[in-house]
């Protein structure tokens, strides 16, 4: 453990000196009853950046979301994002981010492009705005049956409403919890491209997967939790060589004696 | 939205709409032609009022599915991470289904007009009636929200929802009552719009001191049930 000490020592450091944090995590815990589903945790997300939140089923990465987007309040510490504390200004929080639940939450009795323009409302956009938004994304993964109830989607298709409608607002930070479960390969793959092209427009994305490949095309930086514990953060690269470790899956497995995708 | 929904999808479109229809019809095919006791009045006519109330009243299952259907999945939690608050989000949803039940009671006056009711008062009484029933769908609504924040699951929810509706329908609508379930029925917010309906349609105006009181019931007992579902949704329900 004294390996996490270190990392957690240095996210401490990093999230002292740097201005330009999208979101800051300080000795978060959150307790359900006797359940320690977040304990102690603390990291930094650059702006701009791709972070992803790694771990076996029921780590804390959920709940970690969930404190972040206002969904949840943490039993104790703090949780900045985009400077605001998400329990005292949940509000200006949730102005600037976009949430793709693990969970396709979607109205079955509505179009893909209904789905993703009543969110859109939500947030209250602007009309000609929500319209113009709703046509680049749908062109941006190819989505051609936009007008049709998804009641009659596939999985993959779901997901992929799914993932839009977390990005109609243009958030300045998107939480995307899981966004490629479910999906074939092909699919898959097309909508990391579409995770990377996000960076490209200055978004700082927190991907919550268990894909540990995912974490790595895709990821800056990570943060490996396990039990609500962090216990490695660094760019993927970073915790290869300092664990010596072909793939961020050997990294879990040197520090935890166990494979990440056990759990599942 | 939710209109959309009865549009879009069918056995809504039957629950909300066609189901008081349908009951219309039943009930006026079947009691119609049979006296009630008061000369030139049928059994109907004397069981209409009783029907536009339970029209309204059977908007809580409705709201109650509603409700746990988007919480189970995962919309209610998706809608609470974008800036539109939970309270405007109950708002848009009590008026919307206050609407629908309105709809369903305009549906039940055009059809019971069409098999032969004629209230005392024309027009006017209809229109006085509408007020009433503005107020005991808002009530509907308020037990639906209370009901789908103690329901785990929409199935749960129907099945608890006929807590509400099932004692307003039997003591509190269409069915007479007798001394003993008149004391039960004081209990009932459609109680008062059954009474208050049936003195209009004989011709009472809306001032009339006994039409007053039970407005000022409704409208009371409409604030209080609003009032506690959403406090009851907020704190429990929303989750």
């Given amino acids: 453990m004294s390996s996490a000490t270190n990392n957690k020592k240095n996210s401490d450091d990093f999230s002292e000196s740097s201005n330009h944090n999208a979101i800051v995590v300080k000795n978060l815990v959150k307790n359900f009853e006797n359940i320690v589903a977040v304990n102690d945790l603390s990291f930094d997300v650059k702006e701009g950046e791709i972070f992803g939140l790694l771990g076996p089923n029921g780590a804390g990465k959920t709940t970690t979301i969930k404190i972040l987007s206002g969904l949840l309040n943490p039993t104790s510490g703090t949780a900045y994002v985009g400077g605001y504390d998400v329990t005292k200004n949940p509000r200006k929080v949730k102005e600037l981010i976009g949430v793709c639940p693990q969970q ?59 993932l839009l409608i977390a990005l109609i607002n243009n958030p300045k930070i998107a939480f995307l919890d899981e966004p490629t479960v479910g999906m074939d390969p092909r699919a898959r793959r097309k909508t990391w491209e579409f995770i990377g092209s996000l960076k490209e427009q200055n978004k700082t994305v927190i991907l919550t997967t268990h894909y540990i490949e995912e974490a790595e095309a895709l990821s800056d930086n990570v943060a490996i939790i396990d039990y609500g514990e962090l216990i490695a953060y660094g760019s993927p690269k970073e915790l290869m060589e300092k664990y010596n470790a072909k793939n961020l899956e050997d990294v879990f497995m040197e520090i935890t004696g166990r494979r990440i995708l056990e759990g599942i | 939205m939710e209109l959309l929904k009865i549009i879009r999808e069918p056995a809504y479109l039957f629950l909300m709409l066609l189901f008081p229809a349908v009951l219309t019809l039943v009930f006026g095919l079947a009691f119609a032609g049979i006296p009630s006791g008061i000369p030139g009045v049928s059994q109907f006519e004397v069981m209409a009022p009783g029907l536009y109330a339970y029209a309204c009243i059977f908007i809580i299952m409705v709201v109650a599915q509603a409700f746990t259907d988007d919480r189970e ?164 329900g929303n989750k």
Avoid: C, W
Wanted: glycine share 8%.
């Fill in chain 1, 104 to 162: 396709a939450a979607i109205y079955k009795f509505l179009t893909g492009r209904e789905n993703i323009e009543l969110f859109g409302n939500l947030h209250t956009m602007d009309k000609k705005e929500l319209k113009e938004r709703t046509n680049s994304l749908l062109e941006a993964v190819n989505f051609k049956e936009s007008e049709r109830k998804t009641k009659g989607y596939s999985g993959g298709m779901l997901r992929q409403i799914n």
């Fill in chain 2, 73 to 236: 999945q995962g919309l209610l939690e998706r809608i609470n991470t974008t800036p539109t608050s939970s309270s405007e989000f109950i708002a848009s949803h009590i008026i919307s289904n206050t609407i629908i039940s309105l709809m369903q009671v305009v549906i039940v006056i055009i059809l019971s007009y069409a098999l032969g009711f004629r209230p005392d008062n024309g027009l006017i009484g209809f229109l006085s009636a509408f007020i009433f029933v503005v107020f005991l769908s808002i009530t509907s609504v308020g037990l639906g929200l209370v009901t789908a924040s103690i329901s785990k699951s929409s199935g749960t929810a129907t099945g608890l929802s006929f807590i509400f509706i099932l004692p307003q329908m039997f003591f509190g609508t269409f069915v007479p009552l007798t001394s003993t379930t008149r004391i039960i029925a004081q209990f009932l917010p459609s109680y008062y719009v059954t009474e208050a309906l049936t003195a209009i349609f004989n011709g009472a105006p809306l001032t009339d001191l006994n039409v007053l009181f039970n407005l000022g019931m409704i409208i009371a007992i409409s604030i209080v049930i609003i009032a506690l579902g959403i406090l009851i949704f907020k704190k429990y």
